[in-house]
């Protein structure tokens, strides 16, 4: 309706605009004594109409015909929200305003194949993997990684930091008396803890393992309180470091890198201008100087690495 109103009011002013000219040229021709009251009369309705024509801009303007806001909807791993980087970052992106819906990379892939959003940001390869295999036209780029880290009790009563590998670490959280918190929400951390425990071929009986089904941010307060253990992205973690009593107590195996990749349908300019930005343009820039207390929360994947796809890893990494 605003729409339609602004363009009544423009419609309006024209028409005034082209009446007073033809009453200009009326006037300029009254010439005679005779004359005068018409050329009065002719004068004032002009004015009039100058004055009811700045009345309707104003209350065109006052309608707000102006360019409506332009949004991108996205959705996002929690663990990218939680780790406050889209705070820091979103706010540089002048093409649009940015609405994020956090979510785990599973759900938030389902609402991209529902249209319900533009562009995700995920970081659950093996799903991204099945869902480009239904929608293979999607625009798939890695663009930046960091790490897991099992965190537990800073005394650490598993030993896990005596593991030689993750899947080590697992087994060990499986046979000690300590609880562990599963995120259970499909997201990307959520994967690589089912393949985790898959590899290692134990898991640990259900009175020991806490369904979280939550954020990540919330899966770290619920292992505190239990002071169990759990696995999380590290710059999350950082995020939260000072207010839990847990400790990052394993991080050294290969198996525990974590990537990210910016996905979205073909033919969405905004969609597509973001991810660029985000891949090769400004906002890269800042995602590589982001920090966490200090420690550098996400590298940018490096120029010339194969990103295409959900198995692609950053050039020399194994």
Not at 31 to 60: D, I, N, P, Q
Not at 77 to 94: C, E, K, R, Y
């Amino acid at each position: 309706m605003v729409v339609l109103g602004c363009r009544r009011v423009k419609l309006q002013s024209r028409r005034m605009l082209h009446r007073d000219r033809a009453e200009a040229a009326e006037i300029r021709g009254v010439s005679t004594v005779r004359h005068v009251w018409s050329r009065f009369r002719l004068l004032s309705g002009w004015v009039e109409r100058v004055r009811l024509l700045g009345v309707a801009l104003v209350f065109a303007s006052a309608m707000g015909c102006t360019p409506a806001p332009t949004y991108l909807d996205i959705a996002t791993t929690t663990s990218v929200q939680n780790s406050g980087l889209l705070d820091t970052l979103l706010p540089h992106f002048t093409e649009a305003t940015v609405r994020v819906l956090p979510a785990g990379s599973g759900r938030a892939l389902k609402m991209l194949s529902d249209s319900t959003v533009e562009l995700v940001i995920s970081h659950a390869p093996e799903t991204e993997a099945r869902y480009l295999a239904q929608h293979p036209r999607w625009v798939y780029r890695k663009i930046a990684f960091n790490r897991f880290l099992v965190i537990g009790p800073r005394n650490d009563p598993a030993h896990v930091r005596e593991a030689t590998s993750a899947i080590d670490a697992f087994r060990r959280i499986a046979a000690a008396p300590v609880t562990f918190v599963s995120r259970g929400d499909e997201s990307g951390t959520h994967e690589r803890e089912r393949s985790l425990w898959k590899t290692a071929g134990v898991i640990p009986p259900p009175s020991r393992l806490i369904v979280s089904g939550q954020s990540m941010a919330v899966a770290l307060r619920q292992t505190n309180e239990r002071q169990g253990y759990t696995l999380s992205d590290d710059a999350t973690f950082w995020q939260l470091q000072s207010q839990l009593d847990l400790a990052a107590v394993f991080n050294d195996d290969p198996l525990l890198l974590n990537t990210y990749a910016v996905i979205h349908p073909p033919g969405n300019r905004l969609a597509a201008l973001f991810a660029e930005w985000l891949a090769r343009g400004a906002g890269r820039d800042r995602v590589a100087r982001y920090s966490v207390h200090g420690q550098v929360a996400f590298s940018v994947w490096p120029p010339g690495c194969p990103a295409d796809t959900p198995a692609a890893l950053p050039c020399g990494s194994k």
